[in-house]
């Protein structure tokens, strides 16, 4: 009876493993496709409000929600109260609000890129420099989802059968 019990458990784990697998896939694709959103909006603010940056990231701060909305609001209090290079204050906040999730490097870039796209003056040239970050966030999402259609069943049959194996194996 122990070793049906170890058994049924080291199967149940090895499931619960490739399902936290699954499930990191899925919070980096949804992650994904908010940096498309505030992107979007960014585009919105700039080119139709004719916002500031601060502004238009007062405004986001407001809408989003974690792990965006509170650095947000941190590059807006410090670019209105102290001043001083937009391109760090943003890669500093933004790190510590990415810090804690799945995403990978490129992707992270991908969101720390923004500053780039702000050398111009005037509010349609920075609307034209976001759709170029857009189209590649676009095309992240879009693998992501290729990329999850064709592993999602994948690992979690492999969770599956490792367990089964392991439980073989260990009888």
């Known amino acids: 009876m122990p070793k049906l019990a170890g058994c049924i458990l ?14 990191d896939m899925a919070e980096r694709l ?9 992107y979007e909006n960014l585009k919105y603010y700039i080119a139709y409000q004719k916002a500031t940056i601060p502004e238009a990231l007062l405004h986001l701060s407001q ?7 509170a650095a947000f609001g941190a590059v807006y209090n410090e670019c209105y109260g102290e001043g ?13 609000a990415l810090s804690k999730t799945p995403l990978k490097d ?8 923004f500053p ?3 050398g111009f003056m005037e509010e349609n040239a920075q609307a034209a420099a976001l759709d170029k ?3 590649e966030v676009g095309h992240c999402v879009e693998a ?4 999850r259609k064709n592993k999602d069943r994948m690992v979690m049959s492999l969770g599956a059968a490792c367990g089964v194996l392991l439980s073989i194996l260990l009888l």
């Open 116 to 118: 780039s796209c702000l």
């Open 30 to 38: 949804l992650l994904m496709k908010r940096i498309r959103n505030v």
């Open 144 to 147: 992501l989802e290729n990329e």
């Open 133 to 135: 970050l857009l189209r």
């Open 10 to 23: 080291i199967i149940g784990g090895c499931i619960g493993f490739a399902g936290s697998v699954c499930r």
């Open 63 to 69: 809408e989003e929600g974690e792990p965006f909305a």
């Open 84 to 96: 001083g290079d937009f391109s760090g204050i943003w890669h500093l906040h933004m790190e510590r």
């Open 106 to 113: 490129k992707e992270k870039e991908l969101f720390y890129a």
